[in-house]
């Protein structure tokens, strides 16, 4: 069974400070995806990231940085420089592969969330 | 619309009632899916949808909740004789392409609408 886990339930920091959010998962699939999803109060998923499982590139998008390391089997994700629009609540999700050409990606396991909180 | 819309936004019912969940995807997106969020934890899958297919309904908890998308657009989440415990956000989310038909290197994503906060009194 796939399982996704995110052991900080609750960062808060202070604004203009970094904050790394942890993740880590478990399947037994090859080929897998690996996503992170913003949850403002509004309560719509926000994407914010898809990562495949052949592709260890680390990937920056602004503030955003993203850390994949297959051999720990962590995700882990990046705010440079917070801002208090970046307080939500932030999912780390995994979704399974199949063979080649095909994938199940939109089922997705999901980590239990933290809830990340800039100060002003 | 430009995205996924959920209806109601809020629902309350008295244990025992029935409801209904409105969803309305992206227009033009094959996939779509259903997850339950309880408080303070991450959405569980549902079921999904392939157009009209329900390819996927091992989430379901009992026989309780039912989805359908009879034309493969909008579909409906009903759960009858409402318990206490099914109480949570119900999310809605659809995506261009079906299950199974992604290339590796596409850039497919879900799109989520807000949800339906479901309490039973």
């Known amino acids: 069974a796939q399982k996704v886990t995110q052991a900080q339930t609750e960062i808060s920091v202070v604004e203009k400070e970094d904050v790394t959010l942890d993740c880590v998962y478990e399947t037994r699939d090859t080929t897998y995806y690996l996503f992170w999803y913003k949850q403002p109060p509004s309560g719509e998923l926000v994407f914010l990231i898809r990562r495949n499982s052949f592709d260890e590139q680390n990937e920056i998008s602004g503030r955003y940085s993203w850390n994949f390391q297959k051999s720990t089997s962590s995700f882990n994700f990046t705010i440079t420089a917070s801002q208090v629009v970046d307080s939500a609540v932030y999912f780390c999700?995994?979704?399974?592969?199949?063979?080649?050409?095909?994938?199940?990606?939109?089922?997705?396991?999901f980590g239990q969330g933290t809830i990340l909180t800039v100060h002003p | 619309g430009a995205g996924v819309s959920q209806s109601p936004r809020y629902k309350v019912a008295k244990r025992g009632q029935d409801v209904a969940l409105r969803c309305d995807p992206i227009?033009?997106?094959?996939?779509l899916f259903w997850y339950q969020q309880a408080l303070g934890q991450g959405p569980e899958f549902l079921t999904y949808f392939q157009n009209e297919a329900q390819l996927d309904k091992s989430g379901l908890p009992s026989d309780r909740f039912f989805a359908e998308r009879p034309e493969g657009s909008v579909s409906t989440l009903k759960i009858q004789r409402t318990q206490q415990e099914d109480s949570a956000v119900y999310l809605c989310?659809?995506?261009?392409w079906g299950w199974g038909l992604i290339l590796w290197n596409t850039n497919e994503k879900l799109f989520f609408g807000s949800g339906t906060q479901l309490s039973v009194l």
């Open positions: 989310a659809s995506s261009f």
């Open positions: 227009s033009g997106h094959v996939s």
């Open positions: 999700a995994l979704s399974g592969g199949t063979n080649a050409g095909g994938t199940s990606y939109g089922k997705l396991t």
